[in-house]
């Protein structure tokens, strides 16, 4: 899942964007708030973290500008500001959630994880494909019962496709929903995680989930005639 960090200390911005990374996101920094209003027209995000404090326009303004242009995906404002007017003021101005800064990572992770629980709807704790089990909250994947290890990246893309299973997944979904503004569109990086995930998910198996459609993409589904 995309989000985008609206951070000015770089610092700090490139430590949550490597932490989120960890975790399967595809975390995208903006160093201000006109530079975020620019990416959010051109791309699509899951979610908003959005700093108050910002050079020119702040983060109040973002977030008003935001859902009066319609964008509906979860914000969660941060700040080092712990007065009850400036949580009410975020709220009032369309955010999802409050965070004060200096905060726990682990504490802002599951607020993260929270509000994308509650913008996808209906949440989908766990996603059957076939024999294909994913567990969303614990994140781990097992087929026919047998645990399969998957790195952040790996699951990523797995529980894209799984999400959409039966459908048509073209590269260029992938490259959009899996990695970060960093990515290069003329590698073969969508193929080697297929590749990868093919002989983690399907090797040995009679029954192939990952199915090419050549010059068109991918389908993940556990129904053989597809």
């Not at 859902?67 to 404002?77: E, F, Q, S, V």
């Not at 040995?204 to 993409?217: D, N, S, V, W, Y």
Request: with cysteine; net charge negative.
């Amino acid at each position: 899942m995309r989000i985008l960090i609206v951070e000015d200390e770089s610092q700090a911005a490139a430590i949550l964007a490597m932490g989120l990374r960890e975790q399967g996101y595809q975390p995208e920094i903006a160093g201000d708030g006109e530079r975020a209003l620019t990416l959010v027209q051109n791309n699509a995000y899951d979610l908003v973290i959005l700093d108050v404090i910002l050079p020119g326009r702040d983060g109040f303004s973002v977030c008003r500008e935001l859902r009066h242009a319609g964008y509906d995906m979860p914000i969660l404002m941060l700040t080092a500001r712990d007065a009850v007017h400036d949580r009410v003021t975020g709220i009032d101005q369309g955010a999802d959630d409050y965070i004060v800064k200096p905060f726990e990572y682990r504490e802002l992770l599951a607020r993260v994880r929270a509000l994308l629980r509650r913008s996808d709807a209906p949440y989908r704790e766990e996603i059957r494909v076939g024999d294909l089990r994913i567990d969303r909250l614990a994140r781990k994947v097992e087929r026919g019962g047998a645990a399969i290890d998957l790195s952040p990246k790996e699951y990523a893309f797995l529980e894209y496709m799984a999400l959409r299973a039966g459908e048509l997944v073209t590269r260029n979904d992938l490259s959009e929903h899996v990695w970060d503004e960093d990515y290069n569109a003329f590698t073969n990086l969508v193929e080697v995680y297929i590749l990868r995930l093919r002989r983690k998910i399907d090797s040995g198996r009679a029954l192939k989930l990952i199915r090419t459609r050549r010059g068109e993409g991918y389908v993940l589904s556990g129904d053989p005639r597809q």
